[in-house]
C-alpha cells in the first residue's frame, strides 16, 4: 500500500486510488495538481480524502511531502512538473548497483532492479548497500544528496553528522562533529544548505569537485581501464534518461561541475560587472532611466495603505492598530531615481550561483513558473543581466535604511535580525513574530518596500530620499498562502524540511489585501543586486 501524502491544497491526507464508481459518473475529468497535465476518470490518482478537490496523477503525487501538515495554514504547493519525478517515481528501496558510476549496463531491467550515484533513489534509507560496499562519491553534490532522502535541500543535525562521517576519510583536518555543525552554520541557521556544506567541505581539506552544472556542454566523464567515454555533451535519451552514449546524467559534467569550490568562488563572475572593480559602482545617468519604468510600473496608486507604513501622528509601531488605520500615514504619490549603484560582491555571488544551480537541480530541469511585477519583461534583463528560468528567478524590493543597504550588500542579509524590523512586536519586545515567519521579506511592488525605506542618513532629512535594495531571489517551487489562517512554524519548516524553496503571501485575490510578498528562509537564495 502507497504511504500517504500531506494534501498541499488543506493539508489534510492524500491517497493513491481509482475514482469511485459514482465519481466516474459525476465527475469530470480533472487535471493534475502539479504537472497539470490531464488525468482521466480510469487513471488511478492521488485523491484528497478532505475532497477539497486537489488530485494529483501518480508520478507527480510521489513528490509531494509525507510530513505530518499543519492544518492551520492556508497554501498552495507548486512545485511545477518534475519531468524526473514524471519518468523516474522513487521505486522504493533499491539494491546499490556494486559498479557505481562505472556501471556499463544501460538495460531497462538493470534499471528497474538497481539504484546508481544521482539517481533520485540513491540516498540514504532509499538505497540498500552489500556488506562491504560503500556509497559512491565523487562529486559534493553526490554525498549531500545522499544524505538528503527527503529531498528538502537542507540538512538536519543527524544528516549532517551522517555526512560528516563520510567526509571524514577525504578531509585534511579533523573537527569534532559539535564544531563541525557550527562551522558549516548548523547552530546559526538551524540547517545546513549545499552551499555551506560545500564550503565547509573546502576548508577542511577535501578536494572532490563540486559536481553541479551552471550551464556549458557536459562531457562524460565515465571511465573504464583507463578508456574513457569519447561524448561530448549529455544528450538525454529514453525513459531512464541516460544519455546516447548509455551513461547516466551523473556521469556527465562540465568543467565547471568538474570545478573544486575554491575555483568556483574565485572564477564566478556576471558578464555585465565591470571588469577589476569591487563594491558598489555607480551606474551612468543614462542606465537610470530603465529603472526609472521599473519604479512607475509597480508603484500601486490606489488601495495601497498597510499597517507597516503607519499612522500620521505616532508614526509605525507606536500606537493601536485602530489608531493607525483612522489617521493614515499618506502614501506616496510617485518615486523619482535619483542614483543607481551595482553591488559587485564575488563571494555574495558566487554562493548566490552555486545555490541557483542546486535548486535548478532540486526542481530537476523546471518548476512551476510564477512571475512577479518586478520581474515580467523588460525587468527580467535589467542592468543586461538576465534573470534564469526555471527556478523562479526574480528581482524584488527590500526597503531598509542607507547604512542597513550598504551592511548587506557586503555581508548579506543576516537570519538573527528577522523579527527586529518593522514587524509589529508586543510591548518593551525587541523581536516579534512576522506574518510568514522569521525570515527575510520581499515585494513587487515600491509602494510596498517604501514602508520600510528610512530617510538617507547621507543626505538631508527634507529631501525624502530614502534607499531601498533590489535583489535576486530564488523561489524555485512555491508554497502560496492565499488565507487568513497562517502557522508561521509551519510555514518555514515546509521549506526547510520539506520540497519547496520559499513562501509567496498572496492575498491579493482572496482577501483584498494590498500587496503580494514574497519570504525567503535562506541567505543564499538573495542576492542584493
Known amino acids: 500500500m502507497a504511504a500517504q501524502r500531506a494534501c498541499p491544497l488543506c493539508h489534510d491526507k492524500a491517497s493513491l486510488r481509482h475514482r469511485t464508481l459514482l465519481e466516474r459518473v459525476f465527475r469530470s475529468w480533472t487535471s493534475c495538481g502539479v504537472c497539470a497535465d490531464p488525468i482521466n476518470n480510469a487513471q488511478i490518482r492521488w485523491i484528497c480524502k478532505k475532497s477539497c478537490g486537489f488530485s494529483a496523477c501518480e508520478s507527480c503525487g510521489l513528490s509531494i511531502s509525507l510530513a505530518t501538515p499543519s492544518r492551520s495554514s492556508s497554501s498552495l504547493w507548486l512545485g511545477g512538473s518534475s519531468q524526473k519525478a514524471k519518468n523516474l517515481p522513487v521505486r522504493g528501496c533499491l539494491r546499490a548497483c556494486k559498479f557505481g558510476d562505472h556501471c556499463r549496463e544501460a538495460s531497462a531491467e538493470h534499471v528497474a532492479r538497481f539504484a546508481h550515484p544521482g539517481d533520485r533513489e540513491y540516498r540514504q534509507g532509499l538505497v540498500t548497500l552489500k556488506d562491504g560496499e560503500v556509497p559512491c562519491f565523487e562529486t559534493l553534490w553526490l554525498i549531500f544528496t545522499f544524505f538528503d532522502p527527503n529531498e528538502s535541500g537542507h540538512l538536519t543535525r543527524e544528516e549532517f553528522r551522517l555526512a560528516e562521517v563520510a567526509v571524514a576519510s577525504l578531509a585534511c583536518e579533523t573537527c569534532d562533529s559539535s564544531a563541525a555543525w557550527d562551522a558549516a552554520g548548523g547552530n546559526l541557521h538551524g540547517h545546513v544548505s549545499f552551499v555551506r556544506f560545500a564550503l565547509w567541505c573546502g576548508r577542511v581539506g577535501v578536494k572532490l569537485p563540486v559536481g553541479l552544472d551552471m550551464g556549458g556542454e557536459r562531457q562524460c566523464r565515465f571511465?573504464?581501464?583507463?578508456?574513457?567515454?569519447?561524448?561530448?555533451?549529455?544528450?538525454?535519451?529514453?525513459?531512464?534518461?541516460?544519455?546516447?552514449?548509455?551513461?547516466?546524467?551523473?556521469?556527465?559534467?562540465?568543467?565547471?561541475?568538474?570545478?573544486?569550490?575554491?575555483?568556483?568562488?574565485?572564477?564566478?563572475?556576471?558578464?555585465?560587472?565591470?571588469?577589476?572593480?569591487?563594491?558598489?559602482?555607480?551606474?551612468?545617468?543614462?542606465?537610470?532611466?530603465?529603472?526609472?519604468?521599473?519604479?512607475?510600473?509597480?508603484?500601486?496608486?490606489?488601495?495601497?495603505?498597510?499597517?507597516?507604513?503607519?499612522?500620521?501622528?505616532h508614526g509605525v509601531n507606536r500606537c493601536s492598530a485602530s489608531c493607525a488605520y483612522s489617521t493614515r500615514a499618506p502614501v506616496p504619490s510617485g518615486y523619482r531615481v535619483v542614483s543607481v549603484w551595482r553591488n559587485q560582491?564575488?563571494?555574495?555571488?558566487?554562493?548566490?550561483?552555486?545555490?541557483?544551480?542546486?535548486?535548478?537541480?532540486?526542481?530537476?530541469?523546471?518548476?512551476?513558473?510564477?512571475?512577479?511585477?518586478?520581474?515580467?519583461?523588460?525587468?527580467?534583463?535589467?542592468?543586461?543581466?538576465?534573470?534564469?528560468?526555471?527556478?523562479?528567478?526574480?528581482?524584488?524590493?527590500?526597503?531598509?535604511?542607507?547604512?542597513?543597504?550598504?551592511?548587506?550588500?557586503?555581508?548579506?542579509?543576516?537570519?538573527?535580525?528577522?523579527?527586529?524590523g518593522a514587524t509589529w512586536k508586543e510591548k518593551k519586545q525587541k523581536r516579534g513574530m512576522p506574518l510568514y515567519g522569521h525570515g527575510v521579506y520581499f515585494a513587487e511592488r515600491i509602494t510596498k518596500a517604501d514602508e520600510y525605506a528610512t530617510p538617507a542618513e547621507s543626505h538631508d532629512a527634507s529631501t525624502s530620499l530614502r534607499c531601498v535594495l533590489l535583489c535576486r531571489v530564488l523561489a524555485g517551487r512555491l508554497t502560496v498562502c492565499t488565507g487568513n489562517q497562517i502557522d508561521p512554524v509551519s510555514l518555514r519548516k515546509q521549506v526547510l524540511d520539506g520540497p519547496n524553496h520559499a513562501v509567496l503571501g498572496d492575498r491579493v485575490q482572496t482577501l483584498g489585501k494590498p500587496f503580494r510578498e514574497v519570504v525567503i528562509y535562506d541567505s543564499d537564495q538573495i542576492y542584493p543586486e
Open 345 to 420: 560582491n564575488p563571494k555574495l555571488w558566487a554562493r548566490y550561483n552555486l545555490m541557483r544551480a542546486s535548486i535548478q537541480q532540486e526542481c530537476h530541469g523546471g518548476c512551476r513558473r510564477v512571475s512577479t511585477l518586478s520581474s515580467k519583461a523588460p525587468f527580467h534583463h535589467l542592468d543586461s543581466s538576465s534573470l534564469m528560468d526555471g527556478v523562479n528567478e526574480w528581482r524584488v524590493f527590500h526597503g531598509t535604511s542607507e547604512t542597513a543597504c550598504k551592511t548587506i550588500c557586503v555581508n548579506n542579509f543576516e537570519p538573527s535580525m528577522a523579527g527586529t
Open 223 to 313: 571511465q573504464s581501464d583507463g578508456c574513457g567515454c569519447e561524448c561530448l555533451n549529455f544528450r538525454p535519451h529514453g525513459p531512464d534518461r541516460c544519455c546516447q552514449c548509455g551513461h547516466g546524467p551523473m556521469a556527465h559534467r562540465s568543467d565547471v561541475a568538474q570545478q573544486s569550490i575554491a575555483a568556483q568562488l574565485l572564477y564566478s563572475r556576471p558578464r555585465n560587472w565591470k571588469r577589476g572593480a569591487v563594491g558598489l559602482i555607480s551606474l551612468s545617468v543614462g542606465a537610470l532611466s530603465e529603472f526609472q519604468f521599473l519604479l512607475d510600473a509597480t508603484h500601486k496608486e490606489n488601495d495601497n495603505w498597510t499597517r507597516d507604513r503607519g499612522c500620521a501622528v
